[in-house]
């Protein structure tokens, strides 16, 4: 069964330094998303991505996040210059249509120190 | 705007027990319902969704769930529970025209021997 897969599935980085989250979404989706979990509390949307251009996105999702399709394959999210409060897990997910059910990565557990 | 509440952020019960785990909307739209589970260190696994038609929507693993309108909840429920169901589950909830999806914030399920 197609799935979305994510890397690293650990990143450690230190305040002030940029990082890069990948996934690879279901092959055959077209919507493409970034949500958060901060520790101990609950899934939050960032992003909602569509035909190469951001469709939506959360007042969390500031200037020190971009999202990206750089190739056929892969959906990555930046963070700038990362802060303390950046420390969570990073799910990506994708969706055929924009309605419907999405399906998520196993996520990427970014620490900043 | 749209929203989710999960009444209990705890529900402890004993194996082979029956169980519910109850789940509130605000949406001034129609909505796409779902539920997800998460188990330890994982990422999240959709359960259930209801789209439209039947309002008793059944699941993976045999869990259910029933979309009330007029009480805006769509609780989820197992007949008889096992320890391999102990996870976070959450209920999550997008409009019909959009993509978002909002998250409530979780209850934590955990089956006793």
């Known amino acids: 069964e197609p799935e979305v897969t994510q890397t690293p599935s650990h990143q450690v980085t230190q305040m002030g330094q940029e990082v890069i989250l990948r996934c690879v979404p279901i092959s055959n989706h077209l919507y493409f998303y970034w949500y958060r979990q901060i520790l101990g509390q609950k899934v939050e949307f960032l992003v909602s991505f569509y035909n190469n251009e951001i469709s939506e996105k959360s007042e969390i999702f500031d200037d020190q996040f971009s999202v990206e399709r750089p190739d056929g394959s892969n959906f990555t999210l930046k963070i700038r210059s990362t802060k303390l409060e950046d420390s969570a897990m990073y799910f990506c997910?994708?969706?055929?249509?924009?309605?419907?059910?999405?399906?998520f990565g196993p996520g990427t557990r970014l620490t900043v120190l | 705007a749209q929203s989710v509440t999960q009444l209990d952020s705890q529900v402890p019960v004993f194996e082979e027990a029956p169980v519910e785990l109850r789940c509130n909307y605000s949406?001034?739209?129609?909505?796409?319902l779902f539920w997800y589970v998460q188990y330890p260190n994982q990422g999240l696994q959709l359960l259930l969704k209801?789209?439209?038609?039947?309002?008793l929507v059944k699941g993976i693993n045999g869990f259910e769930a029933e979309f009330n309108k007029s009480q805006t909840s769509f609780h989820l429920r197992k007949p008889s529970v096992h320890i391999s169901d102990t996870a976070e589950y959450f209920c999550?909830?997008?409009?019909?025209?959009?993509?978002?999806?909002?998250f409530g914030e979780g209850t934590q399920l955990t089956v006793n021997p």
């Open positions: 997910a994708s969706s055929v249509g924009g309605g419907d059910t999405q399906y």
């Open positions: 999550a909830v997008s409009e019909t025209s959009g993509s978002r999806l909002t």
């Open positions: 949406s001034s739209v129609s909505v796409y």
């Open positions: 209801y789209l439209s038609g039947s309002t």
